[in-house]
C-alpha cells in the first residue's frame, strides 16, 4: 500500500465548455499525469467525444488519466438544440440558458467529488461552484484562470481603481494605475465595452469571491512572458500563481497535435491535411496564417473587407473562416477565390489544426483575436502576431504583446465588437489596412527575432528545470503536503 507521501495525488480537472477553455484544460490535466497525478478530466458529453482521443493515448500510454463525461441539464435549464459547448450557440439568446444549464451541473459535480473523492480540484475559474463544492468537502482548490497574469492584473486594477471614468470620450487614453508598467487603454477597448450586461461591481464581486475560494492560480503562462505580472498577482491576491505553460507543448508532433479539438469529424481531418500540404510546397516564412478562435462572429462586411486585403496583401496567406464566421466561406469575395485558385490562398472552413500549423516552418505570421490560448501558441511556436482583439481581455493581451513583449503589431483595431451583436459592428479594420499591416509584419526581422527567442525560452520553460516544470512540481507539491496536514493520522498528540 502506497503512503500518502508517494501516493499519486487524484486532481480532477473542470473547464467551462467551450473550446478555449476546455483545450488548455485538457493538455493541463495529460500534463499533470505525465508528472504522476491521477487526473480526472470532467466534461460535459460532447465535450468528452471532441477530446476524449488525446486523453486515451495518455491513459494508454501509462498515465492514469480518464475522462468523467456529465450529462449537461440543458432541458432543466430551458435550453434547446442539444447545444453543450459555447461554440455551437447559434445565437445570443441561448447564451443565458446555456449558462444556466452550466451552473446546474453543480450538484452533479459536488456528487462526484462525494462518491470518488479527490485530493485537489482545479476549476474554470467562472465555474465557482466547482471550487464551493471542493471547499465544503475541504479539498483544496487552485483556479485555472484562462487568461495571463497581466490581463487579470490590468482588470483587477480597472475594477479596483476605475481609471476609465476620469475620461471624456471613449477614445480618450488613460493610465491603468497600479501596475510594474506604464500601460495606457481606452474605454472602447475595455472588456467591458464588448461584454453586453456588463456591471463593474458585479464583476468586482465575483473576483474578490473568487480570491478568497481558490487555494492558488494555475496560469497557462510561463516566466519568461511575464514574470514581473506573475509576482504582482501573487501580490495582490495573497495567493500563489502556478505559472505552468504555454500547456499547448504538452502535445508532441503525432495524433495529438493533428486531432487537437477536433473530435469525430472526417472531413476536418481531410481538411487539416490539405493545408498542411500546402504548407509544405510553401518557402519558410512565406505564409500568414490567419484565425479569430471559435467564438468570434464578424459581421459579413468586415469578412469581405479582411478577404480582400489578404488577397491584396501579396503574401500567401492560409485563413480559417472558423467559429462563428464558417458558413460564409462559400460568399468570400472573388479576389479571395481567385488567391486562391492561383495558389497563393487556401482557406478553411471550420476548425483547423492550429498548433500544428503555427509550428510549420512555412508560417511567418499570425492574425489572431488574441485569445490567450492562441496567443501562448504563438508564443511557444515563436511566431509573431499581427493583433486584431474584438472582446473580452483581448485588447489587453494585445497590450502585453505588442507593448512589452514586443513579439507582435496592431491590426489597427481601436474597438471590438459586442459579443453577440456582430451584425451591428460595422468595419473596424479595411481593407488597406489589412493589406499594410500583413506586409508589414512579414517583413518585420527584428519582430521575428524576439518571437523566436521567446519561443526557445517558452520550450526551455516546460524542460526538465524550467519555471514551468519546477511550477507543476511545486503544485502537486502543494498538494501532497496539504493532503499530509489534513491527514489525523499526521496530528501529533500533545
Not at 471614468?165 to 471613449?170: I, L, N, R
Not at 474578490?208 to 516566466?223: I, K, L, P
Not at 468570434?296 to 500567401?316: I, W
Request: aromatic content about 8%.
Amino acid at each position: 500500500m502506497q503512503s500518502p507521501e508517494n501516493a499519486a495525488p487524484r486532481v480532477y480537472f473542470i473547464p467551462f465548455p467551450t473550446p478555449g477553455h476546455a483545450l488548455p484544460m485538457c493538455d493541463l490535466a495529460r500534463l499533470f499525469a505525465s508528472r504522476g497525478a491521477d487526473a480526472t478530466l470532467v466534461l460535459t458529453r460532447a465535450n468528452a467525444a471532441r477530446l476524449g482521443g488525446a486523453v486515451a493515448r495518455a491513459a494508454a500510454a501509462g498515465s492514469r488519466i480518464r475522462v468523467h463525461a456529465l450529462a449537461l441539464p440543458a432541458e432543466a435549464a430551458g435550453l434547446t438544440g442539444g447545444h453543450e459547448s459555447a461554440d455551437d450557440l447559434p445565437s445570443r439568446e441561448l447564451a443565458g440558458p446555456f449558462a444556466v444549464a452550466v451552473d446546474l451541473l453543480a450538484p452533479l459535480f459536488a456528487d462526484l467529488l462525494r462518491r470518488r473523492p479527490a485530493d485537489a480540484v482545479v476549476f474554470d475559474g467562472v465555474l465557482p461552484w466547482a471550487a464551493t463544492a471542493a471547499a465544503e468537502l475541504r479539498v483544496p482548490r487552485y483556479a485555472f484562470t484562462g487568461t495571463g497574469c497581466f490581463a487579470l492584473s490590468v482588470q483587477r486594477a480597472l475594477l479596483l481603481h476605475a481609471p476609465q471614468d476620469g475620461v471624456a470620450s471613449d477614445d480618450e487614453p488613460f493610465l491603468v494605475p497600479g501596475l510594474p508598467d506604464a500601460v495606457r487603454l481606452t474605454k472602447s477597448r475595455l472588456a467591458e465595452a464588448t461584454l453586453p450586461g456588463a456591471h463593474s461591481r458585479e464583476f468586482l464581486n465575483r473576483m474578490f469571491d473568487g480570491e478568497r475560494a481558490t487555494t492558488g492560480w494555475v496560469v497557462n503562462s510561463f516566466a519568461d512572458l511575464e514574470q514581473r505580472y506573475i509576482e504582482h498577482y501573487e501580490k495582490e491576491t495573497g495567493k500563489p500563481v502556478f505559472a505552468v505553460g504555454p500547456v499547448c507543448l504538452v502535445n508532441g508532433d503525432g495524433d495529438d497535435v493533428m486531432e487537437r479539438g477536433r473530435g469525430g469529424e472526417p472531413c476536418a481531418a481531410t481538411d487539416a491535411a490539405r493545408a498542411l500540404a500546402w504548407l509544405d510546397a510553401k518557402p519558410a516564412r512565406s505564409v500568414v496564417y490567419v484565425c479569430f478562435g471559435s467564438l468570434t462572429r464578424f459581421p459579413d462586411e468586415q469578412v469581405a473587407e479582411l478577404g480582400a486585403g489578404l488577397a491584396g496583401s501579396g503574401v500567401n496567406f492560409v485563413w480559417v473562416v472558423g467559429g462563428k464566421n464558417a458558413s460564409a466561406a462559400p460568399l468570400l469575395p472573388d479576389v479571395v477565390h481567385a488567391a486562391v485558385s492561383s495558389g497563393r490562398g487556401h482557406v478553411i472552413a471550420g476548425w483547423a489544426p492550429q498548433v500544428a500549423v503555427l509550428r510549420h516552418a512555412a508560417v511567418g505570421a499570425f492574425v489572431t483575436h488574441c485569445g490567450w490560448g492562441a496567443v501562448t501558441e504563438a508564443a511557444a511556436a515563436g511566431v509573431p502576431v499581427l493583433a486584431w482583439p474584438v472582446f473580452a481581455e483581448q485588447f489587453y493581451n494585445e497590450a502585453l504583446v505588442v507593448g512589452l513583449a514586443g513579439t507582435g503589431a496592431g491590426v489597427g483595431a481601436e474597438r471590438g465588437y459586442v459579443w453577440g451583436g456582430e451584425e451591428s459592428g460595422g468595419v473596424v479594420v479595411c481593407r488597406e489596412k489589412v493589406a499594410e499591416r500583413v506586409r508589414a509584419a512579414m517583413a518585420d526581422e527584428a519582430m521575428r527575432r524576439r518571437a523566436e527567442e521567446v519561443g526557445e525560452r517558452a520550450r526551455r520553460a516546460v524542460e526538465v528545470g524550467g519555471s514551468s516544470y519546477d511550477a507543476v512540481g511545486a503544485l502537486l507539491e502543494d498538494v501532497r503536503r496539504r493532503e499530509m496536514a489534513a491527514d489525523p493520522r499526521n496530528v501529533k498528540e500533545v
